[in-house]
């Protein structure tokens, strides 16, 4: 190899390794197509779930403002940053999935709000550089609401319609951990422990 061409080896091997801890930097599983839009979450049924949530309608005069229930999961390396610092890393991905409720009575278990059909998604990730402009540096995401497809891919929403309830109302970082009992028990203990209320 003559020594043009071991520089520019070594230039094009700088380079690649620019780009890539480029890519590195933001870290995460959130992947972007080119117009800026969040791709449709994949896996996230294998994440870890923190917290489920029901409002049902009939407690709610008929409609509640959310679907009925709700299921939230973090992903798994997000969720072992939390576990060590308590902080929701650069990269974090949450997805929240909606079911109607199905069946009010139980084989045996009793009366109450059994899963129906799944009826919608909704995803947020927080990344300092790509959204430093939003509340949080947190982007918030619908793929899925009954009667239309499902898409590939979702547009950032604007902070009125979701970021400012969760700036509001959540508690730890535009996040809702007062209601995810595995964040809780988790949070900067290095475990995923069961872990007795105090
Ligand atoms: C009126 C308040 C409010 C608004 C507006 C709102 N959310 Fe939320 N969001 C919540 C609450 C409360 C939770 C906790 C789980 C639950 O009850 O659904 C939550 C949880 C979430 C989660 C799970 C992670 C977390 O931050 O706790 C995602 C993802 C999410 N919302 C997406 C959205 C999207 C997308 C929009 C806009 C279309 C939106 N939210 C608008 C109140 C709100």
């Known amino acids: 190899m003559n020594f043009r061409k071991q520089l ?6 700088l380079i690649l390794s620019a780009v890539m801890s480029g890519s590195l930097l933001a870290a995460g599983v959130a992947e972007f197509n080119d117009k800026g839009e ?7 049924r294998e994440w870890v779930m923190v917290g489920t949530q029901v409002t049902p309608n009939e407690l709610n005069d008929g409609k509640a403002p959310f679907t009925e229930i709700r299921t939230v999961y973090v992903d798994p390396e997000s969720y072992a940053h939390w576990k060590k610092t308590g902080e929701f ?7 929240k999935e909606l079911v109607s409720v199905g069946d ?12 129906g059909d799944y009826i919608g998604l909704e995803a947020s990730v927080k990344d ?3 959204f430093a402009n939003e509340p949080g540096n947190w982007a918030f995401y619908i793929f899925y609401v009954p009667d239309t497809p499902l898409v590939a891919a979702a547009k950032n929403l604007p ?26 028990a988790a949070k900067a203990t290095g475990e995923s422990g069961v872990v007795a209320p105090k």
Not at 38 to 44: D, E, I, M
């Open 8 to 13: 520019t080896g070594g230039l094009s091997s």
């Open 38 to 44: 969040l791709l449709l979450p994949k896996n996230y």
């Open 89 to 95: 890393r650069d990269g974090t991905v949450t997805v």
């Open 104 to 115: 009010r009575k139980g084989p045996g278990s009793g009366n109450g709000y059994f899963m």
């Open 128 to 130: 300092s550089q790509r």
């Open 159 to 184: 902070t009125a319609e979701c970021a400012a309830c969760h700036k509001e109302n959540a508690k730890t970082d535009m996040v809702f951990t007062q209601f995810y009992p595995v964040l809780r």
